[in-house]
DNA sequence: GATCTAATCTGCAACGGTTGCAGATTAGGG
DNA sequence: CCCTAATCTGCAACCGTTGCAGATTAGATC
């Protein structure tokens, strides 16, 4: 996602105007990595600025979604989650407390997929499952390195 | 999924009856490849069965699904769908139609994945993007052929 | 900075998918 | 064949999200 600033003006290019209710959402959302729901945005803005309205939460999201600042997650389980980070990047999602983290595969180009019958995949998401390192700790496991492929886990 | 005569099995084991509901859902979904929603289910057994209640639907696939015999895919705009393939496989989604369809990859392993922060891996689920054959030729563009990566196709 | 209009905000009602509940029915072990 | 727990059905409730309408406001224009 831009920073607010820019922003700001990508809303003005595009005839949309920037309130108060939005600068409060860009700020909230720059450099988030807690994939927040609609509510737990709702929550925080609510506090900074008192009666702002959960529909103008979903408004402004569902606006930056459409340009292509936001990407949109379908996690199981209920609410929609938002992600402003538009680089490519995947997700480990914890088994156990569910939480998002983000990830990065460097070598997805060359996965052999059978099967596409014609599709042409342009893109992929993957969500890695497993544990967390905190719910690991909290089962008494050993704890892991970073940069290691599936099979070293095995 | 395992085939009708053994989830009759596995419900007696568990303690569930088997009714003429189940069992014309066990034979909906085995081998089934559309992944279905509960809508779209309800749909079919309703022919076949006219008094079916959707709650029964939404019972019988949330105790497959509890059972591990159905997978639950929570696609993009609103209702799940049910997979009842769980061989390790993934999906390609079409971008234009929204058809989903199974691919196989087998080098998940080998994946490098950045900032695992601790987290332990132990499963992928990849959803390609892009278009599928159908939608493809529709806007006449050049056909593809099947096995090949994701780098291939830029 | 005053004016004007379209975009926005808020609150509420409606909507679609899913689940809880309760009373009638039935699978299936004894 | 009986008995009881599991299931079925229909309906109401629930939750996340969107449509609507009237009041408000950003920001272009003068």
């Not at 909230?28 to 990595?33: I, K």
């Not at 930056?64 to 949109?72: H, K, S, T």
């Amino acid at each position: 996602m831009l920073a607010p600033a820019e922003l700001t003006r990508a809303f003005r290019a595009r005839g949309l105007k920037v309130t108060p209710q939005r600068q409060l959402l860009f700020t909230l959302l720059h450099d988030n990595e807690t994939h927040p729901t609609v509510e737990a945005l709702f929550a925080t803005a609510s506090k900074l600025m008192p009666g702002i309205s959960l529909r103008t939460v979903y408004q402004t999201l569902n606006d930056l979604a459409a340009m292509g600042e936001l990407q949109v997650l379908q996690s199981a389980g209920g609410s929609t989650r938002f992600d402003p980070n538009m680089a490519e990047h995947h997700h480990a999602q914890c088994d156990r407390c569910g939480e998002l983290h983000d990830v990065y595969v460097d070598d997805i180009d060359r996965l052999q997929v059978r099967n596409l019958d014609g599709f042409q995949a342009e893109r992929a998401r993957i969500v890695f499952g497993g544990l967390c390192a905190a719910c690991q700790s909290k089962s008494n496991k050993k704890k892991t390195t970073e940069n290691t492929t599936l099979k070293d886990r095995r």
